[in-house]
């Protein structure tokens, strides 16, 4: 995780993640992995369906490493692409990307974030 967090903020950091994996499953498994610095430098993260050999299928989410509101943000964004994944998805349409089918990933991903409490997220 980010180094340059707090311990809390780690901590909160890694139990949202914990129960975001938990309330809202995948299609497949989701790895995360912060870097320093995003290549692009135009985004705080990015999403891959990563499919080596057809059996291995998954998830794998960047996060750059900034403040923990950013990040959060971050991954409740790149999560709900997740969530809401097409097989026949073209990553070089960025308006297909960010569909109706992602909104709507999106604002339950966030809902669960500002009231934990909701234990019906499809609320």
């Known amino acids: ?8 903020a780690r901590k909160r950091l890694i139990k949202v ?16 992995k912060t870097v320093k610095k995003n290549r692009s ?6 999403i891959q369906l990563v499919d080596k050999d057809k059996k291995n299928i998954y998830f794998h989410i960047t ?38 089918g992602w909104a709507i990933e999106y604002s339950k991903l966030y809902r669960m974030f500002i009231d934990p409490g909701n234990e019906n997220p499809n609320t």
Do not use: C
């Not at 995780?1 to 809390?8: G, H, Y």
């Open 63 to 100: 996060l750059m490493q900034t403040d923990y509101e950013i990040m959060i943000d971050t991954y409740l964004h790149e999560y709900a692409h997740a969530l809401a994944w097409k097989l026949l998805h073209n990553e070089s349409n960025d308006a297909e990307f960010h569909d109706e």
């Open 17 to 32: 993640i914990n129960k975001v994996k938990k309330m809202f499953p995948a299609a497949y498994p989701v790895k995360i």
């Open 41 to 46: 430098k135009q985004n705080y993260g990015r």
């Open 1 to 8: 995780m980010a180094p340059n967090l707090s311990v809390e």
